[in-house]
């Protein structure tokens, strides 16, 4: 069996730079999907191998002897449909597809709470929310092992070390720093969290206690609980 290896996409991104900063922390050898060769000193710091490409082409070149792959791209709020068409749905279902292919042990995906229900998101977020939920149920039904994260607003404020676990009926959101997604992510990657969707916003609650919170004695079987989203 390969030694684990992650592909994170979406690298050079928001989410995607703290992401890789915990895979380095955790000593999780890496790859980093960029866009730029302009880009790579960093991440070359982060002892991360490097592999150029364009998530609007085919990338699966950047899946050779991966075994974990974290998808963390996403659009920016001011570009548009298209934008959002291409990121947010169309190369994270490619993903899904060419970790099909490679068999990879598990994709973790960082989707949006809005996605639960596109159809109740505010007008400006409606196509965004629904691109994310195309993308979550096809990947849910694509065979591949996946963690599909949710979280509520984001903030670019340093980490909180806690999540809160939402779920249909959360009326308060507060929001949650994209340190602590990158960090749920990573905590997924360590522990295999499998078949899951998982809804979450600002809180007080360890990040491994909430885990803890969705799962059996045996922390590699998910179970039902409240928090987690099959929808």
Known sequence: MLAMKVLLIGAHGRT????????????????ALLRKSAQKSEFAALGAEIVLG????????????ITHVIYAAGSAETEGVQEERAIDRDAVMRTADYAKRRRVRQLV???????????????ALRHYSRMKREADDYIAHRGVPYAILRPGPLSDEPAHGGIALAGERTLNLPPVSREDVAELAVRCVMRG??????????????IDHALDALFATD??????ARHIQRS
């Open 16 to 31: 995607g730079r703290p992401v890789a900063r915990r895979l380095h922390q955790h000593g999780i050898p890496f790859r």
């Open 54 to 65: 364009d998530l609007n082409n085919d990338f699966s070149h950047a899946f050779d002897d």
């Open 109 to 123: 995906v960082v989707s949006a709470l809005l996605a639960l229900h596109p159809e109740k998101s505010p007008f």
């Open 193 to 206: 969290v499998k078949d899951i969707k998982i809804g979450f916003v600002g809180g007080n609650e360890p």
């Open 219 to 224: 922390p590699l079987s998910p179970v039902l």
